[in-house]
């Protein structure tokens, strides 16, 4: 079996997930990777957080924040917004 079809396959179908339901990432905050190798020599922007239209008419000025790393080679998110109720 070839993995490499397999993670293709499978990151086709995710992005079809993401399509059909309409969600979309966010303004990024913060740093500008969300992955990094033990190096640090190899970085990426693998974790996001998606929403929807919905979302974003009830708080419109949502954002994620990249947080930095502590335990895990991935940085934490947050979704913020400045909305007052």
């Given at each position: 079996?070839?993995?490499?079809?397999?993670?293709?396959?499978?990151?086709?179908?995710?992005?079809?997930?993401?399509?059909?339901?309409?969600?979309f990432d966010i303004l990024m905050m913060g740093r500008k990777f969300t992955w990094y190798k033990s190096n640090g020599m190899v970085?990426?922007?693998?974790?996001?957080?998606?929403?929807?239209?919905?979302?974003?008419?009830?708080?419109?000025?949502?954002?994620?924040?990249?947080?930095?790393?502590?335990?895990?080679?991935?940085?934490?998110?947050?979704?913020?917004?400045?909305?007052?109720?």
């Amino acid at each position: 079996m070839n993995t490499n079809m397999d993670y293709s396959r499978e990151m086709r179908r995710f992005n079809d997930f993401i399509e059909k339901t309409k969600l979309f990432d966010i303004l990024m905050m913060g740093r500008k990777f969300t992955w990094y190798k033990s190096n640090g020599m190899v970085k990426s922007i693998i974790d996001r957080i998606l929403v929807s239209w919905e979302c974003l008419d009830k708080w419109p000025n949502s954002k994620q924040v990249v947080l930095g790393r502590s335990v895990s080679d991935h940085c934490a998110l947050v979704l913020k917004t400045n909305s007052t109720d």
